[in-house]
């Protein structure tokens, strides 16, 4: 049997975490040896985005991510159909340079 062989994996969901937390705004840096992604949730009326949450990972597990999520989102479009994504070009408007913004200073002014 091929699954016998295969490595059970138990995981816990916490109440406090299985609420999850909203994100509209994903904000991906990287080292040769770490991706960063801070989630971040934009809302009309508040002066700037606050990031809710960072993931610190791998590049081979940032790469497992990216993975993950193609299949999941290809599985998603053939239950719902296509993700409309505004018309937008996707490579151009959804990303930006982290050079284009003021060094983050932890709440401290310079």
Known sequence: MENDNKQQL??????EVAKGTYSNLA???HSHSEFIIDFAT???GLPKPDITNRIVMT???AKRLMSALIDN??????????IDMGGRNQQKENTFNLGDFTPFTGGKKS
């Open 10 to 15: 138990s995981l816990e969901l916490k109440p």
């Open 27 to 29: 904000i991906i840096t």
């Open 59 to 61: 590049p081979e597990h």
């Open 73 to 82: 989102i290809s599985k998603y479009e053939s239950n719902f159909g296509p």
């Open 42 to 44: 934009i809302l009309p």
